[in-house]
């Protein structure tokens, strides 16, 4: 404090006094210093950048490394789907334990490994189950009270801990979700509309041998549900947003993935059996080989109500480029895909199409949500360096999405409804799904409270009355000179259903089909 009065001191009597030798001499180490501050800051400057790149190469380094056993491993957890993609859900009763084993025994040489399926890969088949149909199945009692208690509970028992209130609760949920009646799930999924179905029927061959047609609850097995999804290569969703961005780096899976900005995370918060973020294996079903290299999935069907979205952004607005705009924020990205912090005023296809930049950002030149608001859904779902926000939460609350969308597009200057099914099946894969859904279901889709955004709920998929006056259906958009505070949100994505299911390893599949009752 001394240094700098006497130099404001001699500032001041500059023009009042002779400078003297000490002067003179102390003017050239102050330069000196100066130059010495500069060259310090420049080479911080070019470190910061060279840690920074360091840090790219890393993640890339580290993604590359295989050190899972991913021959072991379904497909849908670690290899992107195929672009463009086609497919079909199948929900699956299983009346005859026996025989419901045998069929698993048929389709375990049509599951594709993660270390076989790529984006070149023509079809591939998924096989999920309940737990109740675990249960159905003939595994152990010991082994069925070793898995975690709210997968064995369910999703609709789960309602109050997931907000599925009012529009979204359970009893107003399409039959046969929520019933304890869905056993088992077997996808198909193809790069084209004739290899899925070459595909699919393979799979409705095999079901046939245990199905009763006239009689279908006197089958072996009971098809409930059939539905397909799909998208062209232009992988939009049914509000016409380019989908599957931004799925996390995992590490030892072999993927090498440029366009993100964190480290890999942890292969054992996505595949039993490894190290999470804490450095610990984390419990699993058990024997070994049931638990080891499967996961956990949850899946929610949403019903769509895209006109509404549209009518409600233009009743909002003054012209339809600021309704896109509003959408936008919404939604955290413009309709190419490029990121609304990126591309502020306008949408950027070149960004959006661009897979190695639309997904490289974060949020941390963006502190008051001037780009991207706090309570956009894509903000809200990955934070991603946010101030003030723990990044330990947002690494240990990612979730490898494989949603699929189903029904057409709606234009956004379409504001009418016309009565067709539309929507998203979103499809979540993480070693402890059920909690990672719960906590973002109850923290960061029905709270805004950790943005510091109040009771705002996520406008796409929260909760929402359409009230003007509840606070919850509120989005606050930050822009100068003065916020704009959007009321009167109402259910933009209504939940029509959903499964808390285990994806069993290839290993855990065989081990199934190889029980017996009497053992």
């Known amino acids: 404090m001394s240094t700098q009065n006497d130099n404001n001191l001699a500032n001041n009597q500059a023009s009042d006094q002779p400078i003297s030798s000490h002067q003179a001499h102390s003017g050239i180490i102050d330069k000196i210093k100066e130059g010495i501050d500069e060259a310090k800051e420049s080479l911080r400057s070019k470190l910061s950048d060279t840690i920074n790149e360091l ?18 491993i379904q497909a849908i957890i670690l290899r992107d789907r195929p672009i463009p993609y086609y497919g079909t859900v199948v929900a699956i009763k299983v009346h005859d334990a026996a025989k419901g084993r045998e069929l698993i025994a048929k389709l375990l040489p049509h599951v594709s490994s993660s270390q076989e399926f790529d984006d070149r890969m023509a079809s591939n088949l998924t096989i999920v189950m309940t737990y109740e149909g675990l249960k159905q199945l003939g595994v152990p009692q010991d082994s069925l009270d070793s898995f975690p208690e709210n997968f064995k509970q369910g999703m609709a028992a789960r309602a109050k801990q997931l907000h599925d209130v009012g529009q979204n609760a359970p009893e107003n949920w399409q039959k046969p979700f929520g019933t304890g009646e869905i056993h088992v799930c077997a996808a198909v999924i193809a790069d084209s509309k004739a290899n899925w179905q070459k595909k699919l029927q393979e799979l409705k061959s095999m079901l046939d041998d245990y199905v009763n047609r006239d009689q279908p609850d006197q089958g072996a097995i009971e098809i409930l549900l059939e539905h397909e999804f799909g998208v062209d290569e232009a992988v939009k969703n049914v509000f016409g947003f380019r989908d599957g961005i931004g799925n996390p780096n995992v590490a030892g899976s072999g993927v090498k993935k440029t366009n993100d900005t964190d480290l890999p995370i942890a292969s054992g918060e996505f595949v039993m059996g490894y190290k999470g973020e804490a450095g610990v294996i984390p419990p699993m079903p058990q024997p070994e080989v049931l638990g080891k290299n499967g996961s956990f999935m949850v899946l929610r069907k949403y019903h769509s109500h895209v006109a509404d979205f549209n009518k409600y952004c233009l009743e909002q607005t003054d012209s339809p480029e600021e309704a896109d705009k509003l959408a936008a924020k919404i939604f955290g990205r413009w309709r190419s895909g490029a990121s609304i912090s990126m591309a502020r005023d306008h949408d950027d296809k070149a960004l959006g199409a661009d897979e190695d930049r639309n997904n490289d950002f974060d949020y941390s030149d963006d502190d008051y949500g001037k780009g991207c608001p706090f309570g956009a859904h894509a903000r809200r779902m ?8 723990i990044l330990a939460d947002v690494r240990l609350h990612r979730i490898i999405r494989r949603s699929v969308s189903y029904g057409d597009i709606v234009p956004p200057h379409i504001t009418e409804d016309d009565g067709k099914d539309r929507g998203l099946f979103f499809i979540g894969i993480n070693a402890h799904a059920m909690d990672t859904l719960e906590f973002l279901q109850s923290q960061w889709v029905n709270d805004g409270n950790f943005m510091n955004i109040g009771e705002e709920r996520d406008p796409l998929i929260g909760v929402h009355n359409g009230d003007k006056n509840d606070e919850g259906d509120t989005f606050t958009e ?12 109402f259910q933009f994505n209504t939940v029509q259903g959903g ?4 994806v069993p390893s290839l290993s855990a599949l065989k081990w199934i089909s190889e029980l017996s009752t009497q053992a």
Not at 55 to 72: P, Y
Not at 478 to 489: L, V
Not at 499 to 502: G, T
């Open 55 to 72: 840090g790219k190469a890393k993640t890339v380094a580290q993604s590359t490394l295989v050190g899972m056993e991913l021959d072991d």
């Open 499 to 502: 499964e808390y299911l285990f």
């Open 382 to 389: 990955n934070p991603r360096k946010t101030k003030d926000f």
């Open 478 to 489: 930050p822009a100068d000179p003065i916020r704009k505070r959007h009321t009167g949100i």
